[in-house]
């Protein structure tokens, strides 16, 4: 598109009316994520006498949307760079580079609510697939030295409340082909 004549300055406009849509995003997912933050501060500071039923289940009602922002930001640290010089002269960069940091502020400071009210968020690699804590939604074949049965790669986190699962987390596994059995093809991430 850029060879064409001009194919910069549609390039250009594509680039602009994306940044436009993942902003009008962002700041949607800021309010979602603001007022998310305001439910998780009233149920850490509510009365001991509410049941613990109720604050289970908003913060199962509080999960798309964490799972929506932790989406926008993993897409924000992998967007690339603006092609093109006159992409590059005109910004395109700095205002994708501040979105991206917003994204990932809004996520930091959703986690930490939700910690601060005593949720843990499960998403760690590496350790053995807990049948309780984990639910495997696609294998691959352990890397040289990996041992089988490890999360190898979080999907989605799981969460916690009170000792209690909420959501298992979706995880990649390693796992060993057995005899005669293709292993399942990688997915992109």
Avoid: F, K, N
């Avoid at 300055?9 to 007022?35: D, F, I, K, P, T």
């Avoid at 289940?57 to 964490?66: F, G, I, K």
């Avoid at 002269?89 to 601060?116: F, H, K, P, S």
């Amino acid at each position: 598109m850029a060879d064409e004549p001009g194919g910069e300055a549609r390039a250009y406009g594509a680039l602009l009316e994306e940044l436009r849509r993942v902003g009008r995003a962002a700041v949607a997912a800021q309010a979602a994520a603001q007022s998310c933050e305001e439910t998780v501060e009233r149920l850490a500071h509510a009365s001991t006498d509410a049941p613990r039923d109720d604050a289970r289940q908003l913060l199962e009602a509080l999960l798309p949307v964490a799972d929506a922002l932790g989406r926008m930001a993993d897409g924000a640290r992998r967007a690339e760079p603006p092609r093109g010089w006159l992409a590059r002269l005109r910004g395109g960069w700095d205002e994708l580079r501040a979105l991206r940091a917003a994204v990932t502020i809004l996520e930091a400071q959703l986690e930490g609510a939700l910690e601060g009210a005593g949720v843990t968020i499960e998403r760690a690699v590496g350790r053995e697939v807990d049948p309780a804590l984990h639910r495997v939604v696609e294998t691959r074949p352990p890397a040289p030295g990996e041992r089988d049965g490890i999360v190898g790669r979080v999907v989605r986190p799981g969460y916690l409340y009170g000792g209690r699962i909420v959501r298992e987390a979706d995880v990649v596994a390693t796992r060993e082909a057995a005899r005669g059995e293709r292993p399942a093809p990688e997915r992109p991430a």
